[in-house]
């Protein structure tokens, strides 16, 4: 077996947690291969070092003295080595980042540099190899991802090391200039080398015992998803449950690699298991919940829109002309509205309404905005009738105004619109009225 273990910014905060993630690697001889993110948040309000590396280089690139910002980096790194009894020395790499630093390298390189130091100290604890991503993912010239040569070349240069560290959240151009995923990315490079050594199970460590089925910050205590498949996971990792980087299953997805979640500090706790299929029944009709706030209904109504051909694609040409991405599109038979992101569409909301009315010449255009979408997520609902009903039901009780509600054609998602105001109130009656009342 192989299993390939990612760590998070909070299992990696201080020497304790290390030791903790040093106690789990050593406990189960498959876990070689060893992704660190840098070292997060120790306590409330604290700062995480990628935070502390985006501003330290933005002080160096106003041309002010970064100095001190670099020292208490430097700290947060010095604290784990002697808390760890290390005999590891990072002044050579400092005094090359300070010069990197000066040199104007880029905020990619500046924020890399938290995962790449981690990796050396944990590369250091465990006597592992260290293999810099930098030389193993690959970007292309615009900083999108190369696939391809990433995945040969994590192949090639991981078949020769029987254990290694590959720090998370970076890697090259092939020229050597320094790319990074988006932030929490250090989750996509765990899946890569999962994919590029065919590994049996991808753990990802972090500081929950598992993805829940809601945001813990809106339900108190919420159960844990035993069994999760990667597409019940997409629609919520897309919806805002950010447990694991939305695009971190792609590459382990196509080789139905399993993904672990796991928690640090509670190595005992089973976590969730992400899968491609499974035939295990979900213990509730719903897997689980999640949302977003800070979305803008436009709604178009026009009689006889239903006999008029190439309606919709003449109103989505105008919202593709600006520019902007809708996220979704419910429809009745004189009217459609559609969902956009708030904050995308502000500026160019005169613009739209002008186009659409050039384009169809509605009866009316209204908008809405301040609005919430929230995803129902589980394969269960497929085998399960009155799903909606009772969203409808438990939001009426809450006494929350639905705007929308839109099942996808799959079964697998139900997606509603209520106020933000409403927003938490809303996830809150829906987690209690399907697991809560254990059905
Ligand atoms: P890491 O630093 O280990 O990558 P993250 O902060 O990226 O960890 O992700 C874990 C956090 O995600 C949890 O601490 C929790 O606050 C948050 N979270 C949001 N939604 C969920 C959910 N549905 N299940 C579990 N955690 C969630
Ligand atoms: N350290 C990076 C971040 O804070 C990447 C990660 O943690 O996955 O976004
Ligand atoms: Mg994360």
Redesign the pocket.
Known sequence: MKKVVK?????LANAEQFRKVGEIIREEEDRRYVIP?AP?KRFEGDTKVTDMLYTCYRTAAAGEDFGNQLKAIKERYYEIIRGLNLDLSLEEEFAVIEKNFRDLAGEEYAASRGEYLNGKVMAAYLGYEFVDAAEVIRFHADGSFDADTTDRLLGERLSKAENAVVPGFYGAEENGKVRTFSR?G??ITGSLVAKAIFADMYEN????S????????IVKN?EIIETITYRELRE?AYM?????HEESIFPVRKLGIPINIRNTNCPSDKGTLIVESTCRKPRYTIT?I?GKKGFCSINIEKSLMNGEIGFGRKVLQVFEDQGISFEHMPSGIDTMTVYVHQDEFEDKEQQVIAGIHKAVEPDCVEMESDLALIAVVGRGMRSTRGTAGRIFSALAHASVNVKMIDQGSSELNIIIGVENRDFETAVKAIYDIFVMTQM
């Open positions: 760590f998070g910014g909070s299992s993110s997060g929490g250090s989750d460590w972090t500081d929950v598992g993805f829940l089925v809601a945001d813990p910050r919420p919520l805002g449950a950010t447990v694991l689980g999640a």
